[in-house]
């Protein structure tokens, strides 16, 4: 079974920046499409950032130019740098996996304030 977990979130100032990390037990990480998704109260689930097996990149319109996610297959870690912080970035933060199915981590809370 593939466990995911969260670390990093906090409480931040607009403008400020704020580095999440995902840490991935399992063997499959390295074959793995990896991404970060968050779901603000009241709102559904969204996609932010993810990053394939190859190394290719996709962001949301929302974050694109700001956050940075990155991978190391050798520590099977996943990261997003956030940049330029927003109230509206406002979320728990959640990690997936997928390879076949989608494995989800149990998030970790970003606040940012005004």
């Known amino acids: 079974q593939v466990q995911l977990v969260e670390s990093g979130g906090g409480l931040v100032q607009a403008g400020g920046s704020l580095t999440l990390s995902c840490a991935a037990s399992?063997?499959?990480?390295?074959?793995?499409?990896m991404g970060w998704y968050r779901q603000a109260p009241g709102k559904q689930r969204e996609l932010v950032a993810t990053v394939a097996r190859g190394g290719s990149r996709n962001y949301a319109d929302l974050v694109r130019g700001r956050f940075t996610i990155s991978r190391d297959n050798a520590k099977n870690t996943v990261y997003l740098q956030m940049n330029n912080l927003e109230p509206e970035d406002t979320a728990i933060y959640y990690c997936?996996?997928?390879?076949?199915?989608?494995?989800w981590g149990k998030g970790t809370l970003v606040t940012v304030s005004s």
């Open positions: 399992g063997s499959i990480f390295r074959l793995s499409a």
């Open positions: 997936n996996l997928r390879l076949h199915m989608d494995y």
